[in-house]
């Protein structure tokens, strides 16, 4: 019997999934290219976290230590946290999957919020669960929406506090209340990607919430502030038992030996952080106020990002606004797939590119 008449497929859910793109790298242009585009700190990495890595570098032929001691020991050093309850992988990204591989059945139900994070409804496709998708109130998660969703079927609640690509976050008391409202045997799952930025009185990531429940998990990255997306470097603070699970399903080897390196000196190098906490709190206010004066609406964002939205006319679109830009070398990402047709996000750059960017769109907007 020929092969072609019963070919493998894939389990199911995978051939529902819209594979991730990322934003784009690069513009035909003559002048200087702003890559504004994927959320990356404009500061780069702190210099001890370039020299751990180049160390590193120099034993290439040797297996990384499976635990991530050195890393974990920084990270539980820096917030003051169980080392047994540190769990480090490729990127938060792989944890979220990790989880979904761990705690979703086929026909199992996961919510997240209207404008979350594309990898959630990855990572539930992936594992035959089901997506329900919760509506937000002013581009910010909706608790109430959340609880009203929850079923007999729901397994996990995939919850990016701030929110990307939107920036707007929920407070410490909401988060307790969404909490509260879940059965015992569903999953809060707090992604915490860009925690570091936050500087609002009335924030928690999730450390706390963790430390006193068993069913909450926070993630982190080391993509954003640490300025070491190449090198895919995530963690989670978990429950002892959820983090006895998650290290049985990851791979033994999934961190590398620079990346442990790399992240154990940037999560120790705390001065390094507040400067780039800094250029992203008074270049966020910049940029707001301008874009603001040009006639172009802003979510108000915690994090390193801003959402404008552009009216919904001919030769003033976001659509259009991209193509310009990218003339003038400034790349941001559109958000057409998270639901914002008529918006660009971008991320706050060096103050060259901010600058260069508010020229631009009054060039634009004329």
Not at 10 to 38: E, H, Q, R
Not at 83 to 106: M, N, T
Not at 209 to 233: C, P, Q
Request: net charge negative; aromatic share 8%.
């Amino acid at each position: 019997m020929s092969s072609m008449s019963n070919p493998p497929r894939p389990a199911p859910g995978v051939l529902k999934i819209n594979p991730y793109v990322g934003g784009k790298s690069g513009a035909d242009t003559d002048g200087p290219v702003y890559k504004l585009s994927s959320n990356e700190t404009p500061l780069g990495p702190s210099p001890q976290a370039v020299e751990a890595f180049t160390k590193a570098g120099q034993s290439l032929e040797l297996y990384p230590d499976g635990g991530a001691h050195a890393l974990r020991e920084a990270i539980a050093a820096r917030y003051g946290l169980n080392i047994e309850r540190i769990v480090c992988g490729a990127g938060s990204d792989e944890i979220l999957s990790l989880l979904a591989q761990a705690y979703l059945s086929p026909g199992d139900e996961a919510i997240y919020s209207e404008h979350g994070f594309l990898m959630y409804k990855i990572a539930i496709l992936s594992n035959g669960g089901v997506p329900v998708v919760a509506p937000e109130k002013d581009c910010t998660t909706n608790v109430d929406a959340i609880l009203e969703r929850v079923t007999k079927k729901t397994r996990i609640v995939f919850l990016a506090n701030p929110n990307n690509p939107t920036g707007t976050y929920i407070s410490h008391d909401e988060i307790r209340r969404l909490h509260a409202g879940l059965p015992a045997n569903v999953l809060l799952v707090l992604d915490a990607a860009y925690a570091e930025y936050v500087r609002r009185n009335d924030y928690e990531a999730g450390i706390e919430l963790v430390a006193n429940s068993e069913n909450t998990v926070m993630t982190r990255t080391f993509s954003k502030i640490h300025g070491l997306a190449a090198l895919r470097l995530g963690w989670a603070y978990c429950p002892q038992n959820i983090a006895d699970v998650l290290n049985r399903v990851r791979g033994p080897f999934n961190v590398s030996a620079p990346a442990i390196a790399a992240g154990a000196a940037a999560i120790g190098d705390g001065a390094f952080m507040e400067k780039a906490a800094d250029h992203n709190e008074n270049w966020n206010e910049w940029l707001n106020a301008k874009l603001e004066a040009l006639g172009l609406g802003v979510t108000p964002s915690v994090g390193n990002f801003l959402l404008i939205h552009f009216p919904d006319r001919k030769g003033r679109s976001a659509s259009e606004a991209e193509a310009f830009l990218t003339t003038r070398g400034l790349i941001l990402r559109r958000v057409d797939n998270y639901g914002f047709p008529d918006a660009l996000r971008m991320s706050i750059g060096t103050e060259p590119a901010n600058r260069a960017l508010i020229r631009a769109l009054g060039e634009f907007l004329q």
